[in-house]
């Protein structure tokens, strides 16, 4: 009797104390793959001083798409960002922290930051044009920063791919 009710303390006791878990960079790709970009951007002279840190990632955030630019809003980069918690990246960066480390604060502070994932990349060379949807096509032109300008029909699409094709993707010899 007296074992197990010393079993059920020790369960007890484990039981509260804090399991710490670091994230993985799968966990929060988005933001890792953001801050590492963003962090080799920065020459040396900026990367000591958060204010400069600041301003660079907000002019980072105007050219940014997609997932990126959903990162940049939820961390105030954007000028339509509702809060803004940049001092949590710049403090970071500015003692060199590694883009992990800095996600894994960000986490704390604004769960979203982390469920970003980014779209799955269709290969061109492999898949079959007519099979995909007007928007997966026209994802591909977006992300080669082209436009179709008087695409009406899906053929209209798969044309002005083909057309593009040979500048984007690169075929295997």
Sequence with gaps: MLRIELVLVIISVFSFLPFSH?????????????????AASLDDAVKKDTKKIEDEFRLFCKTAKNKEQRFCYYLGGVEES???ILSE????????????????????????????????QIDVNSVDLKKLKVKDLKKILSDWDESCDGCLEKSDYIKRIDELKHKYVKTEL
């Design 22 to 38: 670091g994230l993985k960079e799968s966990d929060c790709e988005v933001c890792v793959k953001t801050v590492e970009k963003f």
């Design 82 to 84: 509702a809060t803004g």
């Design 89 to 120: 990246l710049s403090k970071p960066l500015s003692w060199s922290m590694p883009a992990l480390k800095i996600c894994e604060k960000l986490k704390k502070k604004d769960a979203q930051v982390c469920d970003l994932r980014f779209d799955k």
